[in-house]
């Protein structure tokens, strides 16, 4: 598509305005230079300009660093979970408490810098389109393998058993799911949850699960709750369970999403003195075998049955296992199970393009650690 590429400060001009008058009002808005971009990168004609630019906004926010800056900035777009309809005010003092700095400190430095870093990859996203360099390599921006051009939802087909099995890829934040009955969020041996303002996969689903008042003020938190309370039946409170451990929750305000049990798997052993943790591929694979063990005894007490299940790469992040380890970990557990003719429905969630292309070229027999040879 012939587009000029746009220049840094007409864009962030812009998300700052996106900033201001928050992501429930865009609709009628101008704001011809996301507009503009928003077209050149996702060629989604059907979509609503407010929807396009919404979309260019998460997209550009994935690719930023994760941790307090992607945490930040959909905290102070409205990205998160929760706080698309919130005034820019409290959208603003949640974000800065992220860096825990007062508002008027982060109004004046660290927010320049977050939404400059947003601005900085729409134009790289637009000069890529523009420039002819999205087909380059695989997981570059614009590229079909990340996410983007493709699409947030693929249907992958694998072998299992013989067999032909298609799962479901999803190529964005796991707080943006709908309609998956049962998400396996990872969990260190102690089953404590991050703080909900951690931009881990636990972390999300204990915020996007939280029970919300009008001015966005926590009324709840269930699953941190719950997950007390199934340590207290354990008698675990206060100890470490066994690596591979999982324990089952609700999903709270999740289940407005079709989310309706989170599975906590057990695989992070701290590491003394430090904040790191260790973890073993095994106790992936034993974790995943115990999720899917669990789901086969709950799926009958519910209405409807539970028949879906999400993976996101586990150890991946804090844990930091390679994307090809954590795959193969997980996927030895599902295709054991997918090759005795069990009938779940399974889903992966990530956000790297990289990750997306590992779970993507695992055709027909090929094992994860191929599929990362394959990507070059």
Same mark, same amino acid.
């Given at each position: 598509?012939?587009?000029?590429?746009?220049?840094?400060?007409?864009?962030?001009?812009?998300?700052?305005?996106?900033?201001?008058?928050?992501?429930?009002?865009?609709?009628?808005?101008?704001?011809?230079?996301?507009?503009?971009?928003?077209?050149?990168?996702?060629?989604?004609?059907?979509?609503?300009?407010? *929807?396009? @630019?919404?979309?260019? =906004?998460?997209?550009?926010?994935?690719?930023?660093? $994760?941790?307090? #800056? &992607?945490? %930040? /900035?959909?905290?102070?777009?409205?990205?998160?979970?929760?706080?698309?309809?919130?005034?820019?005010?409290?959208?603003?003092?949640?974000?800065?408490?992220?860096?825990?700095?007062?508002?008027?400190?982060?109004?004046?430095?660290?927010?320049?810098?977050?939404?400059?870093?947003?601005?900085?990859?729409?134009?790289?996203?637009?000069?890529?389109?523009?420039?002819?360099?999205?087909?380059?390599?695989?997981?570059?921006?614009?590229?079909?393998?990340?996410?983007?051009?493709?699409?947030?939802?693929?249907?992958?087909?694998?072998?299992?058993?013989?067999?032909?099995?298609?799962?479901?890829?999803?190529?964005?934040?796991?707080?943006?799911?709908?309609?998956?009955?049962?998400?396996?969020?990872? *969990?260190? @041996?102690?089953?404590? =949850?991050?703080?909900?303002?951690?931009?881990?996969? $636990?972390?999300? #689903? &204990?915020? %996007? /699960?939280?029970?919300?008042?009008?001015?966005?003020?926590?009324?709840?938190?269930?699953?941190?709750?719950?997950?007390?309370?199934?340590?207290?039946?354990?008698?675990?409170?206060?100890?470490?369970?066994?690596?591979?451990?999982?324990?089952?929750?609700?999903?709270?305000?999740?289940?407005?999403?079709?989310?309706?049990?989170?599975?906590?798997?057990?695989?992070?052993?701290?590491?003394?003195?430090?904040?790191?943790?260790?973890?073993?591929?095994?106790?992936?694979?034993?974790?995943?075998?115990?999720?899917?063990?669990?789901?086969?005894?709950?799926?009958?007490?519910?209405?409807?049955?539970?028949?879906?299940?999400?993976?996101?790469?586990?150890?991946?992040?804090?844990?930091?296992?390679?994307?090809? @380890?954590?795959?193969?970990?997980?996927?030895?557990?599902?295709?054991?199970?997918?090759?005795?003719?069990?009938?779940?429905?399974?889903?992966?969630?990530?956000?790297?393009?990289?990750?997306?292309?590992?779970?993507?070229?695992?055709?027909?027999?090929?094992?994860?650690?191929?599929?990362?040879?394959?990507?070059?």
């Amino acid at each position: 598509m012939a587009t000029s590429n746009p220049d840094h400060a007409s864009i962030l001009d812009e998300i700052r305005e996106v900033r201001r008058v928050g992501l429930v009002r865009l609709r009628g808005r101008p704001l011809p230079v996301l507009e503009s971009a928003a077209e050149a990168v996702t060629a989604a004609a059907a979509r609503t300009p407010a *929807a396009a @630019v919404e979309a260019l =906004l998460r997209h550009a926010v994935a690719l930023l660093d $994760a941790g307090t #800056l &992607r945490t %930040a /900035a959909e905290y102070t777009l409205g990205l998160a979970q929760g706080t698309r309809d919130w005034p820019a005010s409290s959208r603003r003092a949640r974000a800065a408490s992220v860096y825990g700095v007062s508002v008027e400190r982060f109004r004046k430095d660290h927010e320049v810098m977050v939404l400059g870093q947003v601005a900085e990859h729409i134009v790289r996203l637009v000069s890529a389109e523009t420039e002819g360099e999205a087909g380059a390599g695989a997981g570059a921006p614009g590229s079909e393998e990340d996410g983007w051009g493709a699409g947030t939802h693929r249907s992958v087909q694998v072998r299992a058993g013989g067999r032909q099995v298609g799962i479901t890829l999803h190529v964005h934040p796991v707080d943006l799911l709908r309609d998956v009955d049962v998400v396996v969020s990872p *969990a260190n @041996v102690h089953l404590a =949850l991050p703080e909900p303002y951690k931009s881990s996969v $636990a972390a999300s #689903l &204990r915020r %996007a /699960a939280a029970v919300r008042g009008v001015t966005g003020d926590v009324l709840d938190d269930p699953v941190h709750d719950e997950l007390r309370k199934w340590a207290a039946r354990q008698g675990t409170s206060g100890r470490a369970v066994l690596p591979g451990t999982v324990a089952a929750t609700g999903a709270g305000a999740l289940a407005e999403q079709g989310v309706r049990r989170i599975y906590h798997a057990a695989i992070a052993v701290p590491r003394a003195g430090t904040n790191d943790y260790d973890v073993l591929p095994a106790d992936v694979t034993r974790a995943v075998s115990r999720a899917l063990a669990l789901l086969a005894e709950e799926s009958e007490r519910g209405t409807p049955p539970l028949r879906s299940v999400c993976f996101p790469l586990l150890g991946a992040g804090r844990g930091g296992l390679p994307y090809h @380890v954590s795959l193969a970990a997980v996927w030895a557990a599902v295709e054991a199970e997918l090759a005795r003719g069990a009938p779940w429905d399974v889903h992966f969630v990530v956000r790297a393009p990289e990750a997306a292309a590992l779970v993507e070229r695992i055709p027909a027999g090929m094992r994860p650690d191929r599929a990362r040879r394959a990507t070059g």
